[in-house]
């Protein structure tokens, strides 16, 4: 992410922004659209359009800020002003909002957001852009050279209680060598930014936190002017911004690394765009199997009916880039919370709509399955059986699942041999003639509910013991006759 909330075990307290009004949940609220854009309010105390950098999801409350702007809390499908802050990243910490920005980092006190104390103070007009949470600790970055009074370069750690520098730093604690973005990659820190150097080490705008010093990722340079995004991406890493080179591979402003020492392109990348300086990707963020990468380009892999905003998915079935509308305008933040996807910045129009500005929010269709559970299975008493299902679509890890045997969910009923009910791959063990009956996977959404086809589950009785296994003849008694019965079948079975 950049200039927000960061990625990591948290980041959910900060994404719930799609949650509209209710302020409860994410609930959608009626004539809620699925598989296409709908506007949010962007209004407090009349008619106002603000450029939104930062949003956070704090105690069910929905904030927002930017740039010169003050704090705005979300109630009653309005915004209300609830104090000054002109914040553009925050971060949900030991139970307190963090913000920060022009002039420093800011807390709540007891969670109340209005009562804030200022405990990171920087100089003049340094900006911190980013947080993240790190081994307990609280990490900043931006463009500043000391906070509090402690020298640092751009980067620094909070343990609770006081400030300390990481190593060199990155860059020159100024502006044009910020840090911009974090993230955690196999439990090291990874930052990003317009940085080259680390008190003399090439780091080239990627760094890793590793032996209490910042290190090159990879071999070669990023050669551009900054990368502004980075997110973990099925053990890769991808990094986004305005860049042409990755580790000599040339590239579209992005590129991903998947711990070999080469760089690669993600196919055609993304255009620059006719936004001058602002021109490339500002956030990459997960939406489900995929991601979502915003910012201000005009083509995607050379299409140009990609704009501002694209899917990437690694599904062998739908790998590659895909549209998820046209934008006209910069987008500087991508959010996710359940399965609602909201982009904010100085967005108009989506898709050619006027009223889709500033922030909006995105939801998939209904889930669709591409594999069915097995119509019919016979198996005896006392065996397992399995049922499996499998479903495409995008934001599929949030969907919820439910088994029903003869349309009674699993969950509620079922003979204590069951596991799996709640995924799309049921296993019943040690089956009895209880289990037998017809099954079928629901998977479902806030947006719809769909049902697999019939799966139809059969159980055969085992073999009957006789009452007594020593009577062999059956004559009711185990004597000579039984012995004499095993004696002449004494052998190898045929």
């Not at 900060?14 to 994410?26: D, E, I, N, P, S």
């Not at 929905?62 to 209300?80: C, D, K």
């Not at 044009?176 to 990003?192: K, R």
């Not at 159980?459 to 062999?472: E, R």
Request: contains cysteine; aromatic residues 10%.
């Amino acid at each position: 992410m950049s200039l927000h909330t960061q990625k990591n075990s948290i980041r959910t307290c900060t994404a719930a922004v799609l949650g509209a009004a209710v302020v409860t949940g994410l609930t959608a609220p009626a004539g809620a659209q699925c598989n296409d854009w709908e506007a949010m309010p962007f209004v407090y105390n009349g008619t106002w359009d603000m450029d939104p950098f930062a949003v956070a999801h704090f105690q069910g409350q929905i904030y927002a800020s930017g740039w010169s702007q003050p704090l705005l809390r979300l109630g009653n499908s309005e915004w209300h002003v609830v104090g000054p802050m002109d914040a553009i990243t925050f971060l949900v910490h030991d139970g307190e909002l963090y913000a920060g920005g022009t002039g420093g980092a800011r807390r709540t006190v007891g969670g109340n957001d209005t009562q804030w104390e200022k405990f990171g103070q920087t100089s003049g007009s340094d900006i911190i852009y980013t947080k993240i949470e790190f081994e307990g600790d609280l990490i900043v970055g931006g463009g500043f050279n000391s906070i509090d009074g402690v020298a640092v370069n751009n980067v620094a750690r909070w343990d609770g209680s006081q400030w300390h520098p990481m190593g060199n730093g990155l860059g020159d604690g100024g502006f044009n060598t910020a840090v911009w973005d974090f993230t955690i990659w196999n439990g090291w820190l990874v930052a990003v930014g317009a940085f080259t150097d680390s008190g003399g080490q090439p780091v080239h705008k990627v760094a890793v936190w590793e032996n209490n010093s910042w290190n090159p990722v990879g071999t070669g340079l990023i050669e551009g002017d900054v990368v502004r995004a980075v997110e973990v991406y099925k053990g890769q890493l991808v990094i986004g911004g305005r860049f042409t080179h990755a580790g000599g591979v040339p590239v579209n402003n992005l590129a991903r690394y998947t711990g070999t020492p080469a760089w690669e392109p993600m196919l055609g990348g993304v255009g620059m765009g006719s936004h001058g300086n602002h021109s490339g990707v500002w956030d990459i963020e997960h939406f489900g199997n995929d991601l979502i990468v915003v910012g201000a380009f005009n083509s995607v892999n050379g299409d140009p009916n990609m704009k501002c905003i694209a899917r990437w998915s690694d599904d062998p079935a739908a790998y590659g880039w895909h549209s998820m509308g046209i934008i006209q305008s910069l987008v500087r933040t991508a959010l996710v919370a359940e399965d609602w996807l909201m982009i904010s910045g100085a967005i108009s129009p989506i898709n050619g709509d006027l009223l889709k500005k500033r922030v909006s929010r995105w939801r998939p269709a209904p889930p669709s399955f591409l594999e069915h559970p097995e119509s019919l299975q016979i198996v005896d008493e006392g065996e397992q059986v399995t049922f499996t299902a499998s479903l495409g679509g995008l934001a599929n890890s949030y969907w919820s699942y439910e088994w029903r045997r003869d349309g009674v969910p699993l969950a509620a009923a079922n003979n204590g041999n069951a596991t799996g009910y709640d995924s799309p791959m049921l296993t019943l063990t040690d089956v009895t003639e209880d289990d037998l009956g017809v099954y079928q996977l629901r998977a479902f959404t806030s947006c719809g509910v769909s049902e697999s086809s019939a799966a139809t589950l059969i159980v055969t009785p085992g073999p009957t013991m006789p009452s007594c296994p020593g009577d062999l003849n059956l004559d009711g008694a185990v004597n000579v006759s039984d012995l004499l019965l095993l004696l002449s079948n004494w052998g190898i079975c045929p």
